[in-house]
């Protein structure tokens, strides 16, 4: 079964340092999202992304955050300075059409800013 | 934005039938209904969805009155690894940005 893969798993960074986190959707998927989940929180949409540019985003997607479809299959999400507060899971989602077609997510990678 | 709500927790034991039940009163006419499984420290994962009356997978049923102002996720005979937080979601994923994960319901299964 195709699967939505993210790496990497863990990243550990000092505050204010950049950090780019990678995915690579379901290959036939058009569609992609990130979430993000902070320890024992809800899941958070964060932003969406078609057609080379980003859809919808929401308050917490501010000007520290990036997305981006560099190649064919990877897309990934930078943060330019992070924050302590942005210690969290973040996961990457694709989906074949808007509308009915559901989401796949990935395992996600866990950020810890120091 | 459809607003649900799920109870906070249930509790089973292995081999039971378990339903949890979500309440969806302002779902729009074109929202559809899904649910997700979460364990910890892992992806969301898709269990089911549906638009009206019954959908059943190889994993759950999926039941929605006439009025789609509720929907109850069941899960046939749980074994210990079905403990998860299990998520209702209400939506179009094209307003992915209005499909709201609440606090799910965190469902423990006992041998």
């Known amino acids: 079964e195709p699967e939505v893969t993210q790496t990497p798993s863990h990243q550990v960074t000092q505050m204010g340092q950049e950090v780019i986190l990678r995915c690579v959707p379901i290959?036939?998927?058009?569609?992609f999202y990130w979430y993000r989940q902070i320890l024992g929180q809800k899941v958070e949409f964060l932003v969406s992304f078609y057609n080379n540019e980003i859809s919808e985003k929401s308050e917490i997607f501010d000007d520290q955050f990036s997305v981006e479809r560099p190649d064919g299959s990877n897309f990934t999400l930078k943060i330019r300075s992070t924050k302590l507060e942005d210690s969290a899971m973040y996961f990457c989602?694709?989906?074949?059409?808007?509308?009915?077609?559901?989401?796949?997510f990935g395992p996600g990678t866990r950020l810890l800013v120091l | 934005l459809a607003k649900t709500t799920q109870p906070i927790s249930m509790d089973s034991y292995e081999g039971q039938e378990v339903n949890i039940t979500c309440s969806h009163n302002?779902?729009?006419?074109?929202?559809?209904i899904t649910w997700y499984q979460q364990f910890p420290s892992q992806g969301p994962r898709f269990i089911i969805q549906?638009?009206?009356t019954k959908v059943t997978n190889e994993v759950a049923s999926l039941f929605i009155p006439a009025d789609r102002k509720s929907s109850t996720l069941s899960l046939p005979r749980v074994s210990l690894s079905d403990t998860a937080v299990y998520y209702c979601l209400v939506g179009l994923w094209s307003s992915a940005s209005k499909i709201i994960f609440g606090s799910g319901t965190r469902l423990s299964i006992r041998p």
């Open positions: 290959s036939n998927h058009l569609y």
């Open positions: 549906g638009y009206k």
């Open positions: 989602a694709s989906s074949g059409a808007r509308g009915a077609e559901t989401q796949y």
């Open positions: 302002n779902i729009a006419t074109n929202d559809y």
